[in-house]
């Protein structure tokens, strides 16, 4: 199997924090990989660290073969690697299919306006945007707008997607729709790494998953292992109860 | 050697006002997001009041001082309601954009009171003379006023409770508003103090060197570079950055033309910026 | 649209032509200049979203240059005006790569730096007559059929290039460049994301919005018959020029256009009444602070908001 994302011994400090220590990690082609870890592990950050947000002091990432060690998020995207935050950045004033469209076109495929808008067209009807195509994006629900954030990078047609708990804040009923949503983006091959808090879902969700505490690995393997793993239960699943599935990193 | 200690010595002392100015700039900025682009116009009218209360009602020149930051205060409450309220959490732009025009209607308003003729009040306040040096009393005067209201600003923004409030709105407006801090009106008394500190630091500069309506652009430009210096929103960085850059001055006015030193300030704030551009735009949230 | 502009540019250009109405080309002589200036400084505000305070100085480095070369080494106008043009965007876009890394407010003061420092060069340029300025010669007019026909010509170059400026931004709007500015303008950090080369694009617009206030200052200055820095680097125009694009409707294509006409009538009414001449400052300022407070959208997005169909066909 050869990786899509090698991410080699990185560290960044903020500080005098050590916000991620010596991490290393692989996304495989084609398959979901799950990131945890409590609060304040670092999670976010490490995708920051991936699409170009901040460059990391140490270590090397390398996309596809590409060495991107701090090149900026733009050049990231523009290969093949698409983010959906945690906290969505809608281009409030444009509409919906605009906002597509700026994936579309800015992605890796790099297409004319005209396919990009066609694309983009396609891509929210997809994830169930399509009775909304033509509302500024401002205006959407919050449901809405995770969906907005998810359509905006597949658009892009990305060969790696960062997914930032796109879960958080839907109720149960959106859950299930956007897990389908997901599980259908991994079927066309895209492979895809996940932060999220709601346990059950990245579970099930998960190929493998990436244990993260205070910045380093604590632990990988397959959900069950994962699960299993005794010092993951004292640092993260026993340290706080199912409470912690509602919460948020900063 | 001894000249050019002298500068350096009288540029510490300028520059402390200057990071008093700064201050109010930073202030402004590190609580509410609004960067002030009425500071220079504010700083003018600091100006003018000395010149109204010393030379025209020929009240003694410090009584200025405390009239400056009351004055300044009720000003910059009332500005803060008319012309910030509705643009806070809007974009940047807006904001920019709201404030440039306050300063332009101020700097319309001081032309037609007072022309753009320089003015001049002569403050008397013995120097100290060292090695044939005369250190100018105004100058110190303004220095150690600078510091003390400064140091005033601290113990109000750090020990006092209506001070760690306006704290807590810059650091996170949304749980200052859950935990009960009444946040806009906090927001305007910090727009208050920013305006209050432009504008004595704009009387205390009266008292050393002459000035014009149209002053305020270059005064407005040295804040700029001192809260980039200092670090934005950071009010104790800004009196550092203000001394750093009275020294930069005292000593390039001795090399060059005076009329040289804003564009050695302009290049000196791009440079800074540049420099930095992570460090300082950034913002620590995210 | 591009017709409509088209229509308006040949209805401009040649009605006071046939009526031979000078005072009537005169109006719109000026009016198309703040139309230029607006128009192109749209590109930046109502597109990327960045103030540029010291978009004059594209309008007077143009003029400068222009009238340099016609009065120095006695070239055609048109040549001149066009090799501002392409000069001032060349300078325009070298300082764009590197003060674009400043955002917001930072960009904006350095914007009012860099037309302070301009002036202040310009000032000790003993070529370009250091503080007196240039003047044209009367012989200058000559290639052109004398002084009469000189200033239609002018005129008609002024249309031509405010009617460019208009398909400008009507072109921008509608490519992929102008969907990449206006993320930029909406959310930078979001666009850098989706993959919209931002520094790159930044520079480019800045570069862009400077071409034709270039070419434009050389025509202008060219018919005054003089240049000095005052006049040609007045930071007061470049607010001016804010104001307009705020006041019609940022973003839009024609809004600019609108609202520089508009404000050049208010102008032109309060400057003949005695009270307001003195205030011209306050007024422009406190109309700006109403339209940023109240109707942010200015005169078009009004428009839009109240009459949604007019969204499809008047940008």
Known sequence: ?????????????????????????????????????????????????????????????????????????????????????????????????????????????????????????????????????????????????????????????????????????????????????????????????????????????????????????LAQGSPSEVAADPQVITAYLGAAEPAQDAERTP | MIAILASVFDGVLVGAVYGLAAMGLTLIWGVMNVINLAHGAITVFGMFGLYFLATELGLPAY???????????????????????????????????ATFAVNMMLVGIGTALWTTSPFNVPVSLPGVTWEGYTFTGTHMMAAVLAVVIAGLLYVFLHHTRTGKAIRAVADNRGAAELSGIPTAQMLAL????????????????????????????????????????????????????????????????????????????????????????????????? | MPWLILLAALGCALIPYWTDDVQLREGLLLAAVYVILASNLNLMIGYAGYINFGNIVFFGLGGYISVYLVSEWHWPLPAAAVLAGVAVSAVALLFGLGI????????????????????????????????????????????????????????????????????????????KFGLGLIAIGQNENAAATLGVPTPLYKALVYSASAVLPAIGGGLYFFKSGIIEPGGAFNLGTSIEAIVMVMLGGPGTVIGPALGAALYEELRGALLTSDIFSHLQLVIAGALLLVIVLFIPGGLMGFIHRRLAWTRRWLE
């Not at chain 1, 701090?70 to 299919?97: D, F, K, M, N």
């Not at chain 2, 500069?205 to 980039?228: D, H, N, R």
């Not at chain 3, 200058?140 to 000189?150: I, R």
Request: aromatic residues 8%.
């Open chain 1, 1 to 217: 199997m050869s990786a899509v994302l090698e991410v080699e011994a990185v560290s960044k400090r903020f500080g005098g924090v050590a916000a991620v220590r010596d991490l290393s990690l692989r996304v495989e082609e084609g398959e979901i990989l799950g990131l945890i870890g409590p609060n304040g592990a670092g999670k976010s950050t490490v995708f920051n660290l991936i699409n170009g947000v901040y460059a990391p002091d140490r270590g090397r990432i390398v996309f596809r073969g590409t060495d991107i060690t701090g090149a900026p998020p733009y050049r990231i995207a523009r290969l093949g690697l698409a983010r959906a935050h945690q906290i969505v950045q809608p281009l409030t004033g444009l509409s919906v299919l605009d906002n597509c469209t700026v994936g579309a076109c800015f992605g890796r495929e790099d297409l004319p306006l005209e396919e990009a808008r066609a694309a983009a067209r396609e891509v929210a009807a997809e994830v169930g945007l399509g009775g909304q195509i033509d509302m500024p994006a401002g205006q959407l629900t919050t449901a809405g707008k995770k969906r907005l954030e998810l359509a905006r990078a597949l658009s892009a047609r990305p060969h790696l997607l960062l997914l930032d708990e796109v879960l958080a804040g839907l109720n149960p009923a959106e859950v299930e729709q956007m897990i389908d949503i997901v599980r259908g983006i991994r079927k066309r091959g895209v492979a895809i790494l996940i932060i999220e808090h709601v346990m059950r879902a990245i579970m099930s969700l998960s190929d493998r998953i990436v244990v993260l505490n205070l910045g380093s690995l």
């Open chain 2, 63 to 97: 009584s200025a001082v405390p009239i400056s930051i009351l004055g300044g205060f009720v000003a910059g409450v009332a500005l803060y309601w008319i012309a910030v309220h509705r643009i806070i959490g809007r974009p940047e732009l807006m904001s920019l954009l």
């Open chain 2, 190 to 286: 910090a727009f208050g103090l920013g305006i209050a500190l432009a504008a004595v630091s704009g009387t205390l500069i009266a008292t050393m060197f002459p000035f014009t309506i149209l002053s305020g652009e270059a005064y407005q430009l040295k804040s700029f570079v001192v809260t980039v210096l200092g670090g934005l929103g950071n009010p104790a960085g800004a009196l550092i950055g203000g001394i750093a850059l009275g020294l930069v001055e005292g000593i390039a006015t001795r090399f060059m033309p005076v009329s040289w030193i804003p564009i050695i300030e302009f290049g000196l704030f791009v440079l800074c910026l540049l420099a930095f551009p992570r460090g300082i735009f950034a913002p620590s949230k995210a």
């Open chain 3, 100 to 175: 674009l890394r400043l955002r917001g407010a930072f960009f904006a003061l350095a914007t009012i730096g860099i037309n302070e420092a301009v002036r202040q060069l310009v000032t000790n340029f003993e070529p370009w007559g250091g503080a007196s300025g240039i003047y044209l010669a009367f012989d200058a007019y000559e290639p052109l059929g004398g002084p009469m026909q000189a200033l239609w010509i002018v005129y008609f170059l002024v249309i031509a290039v405010t009617a460019l400026s208009l398909l400008l931004s009507f072109a921008i709007k509608n490519s």
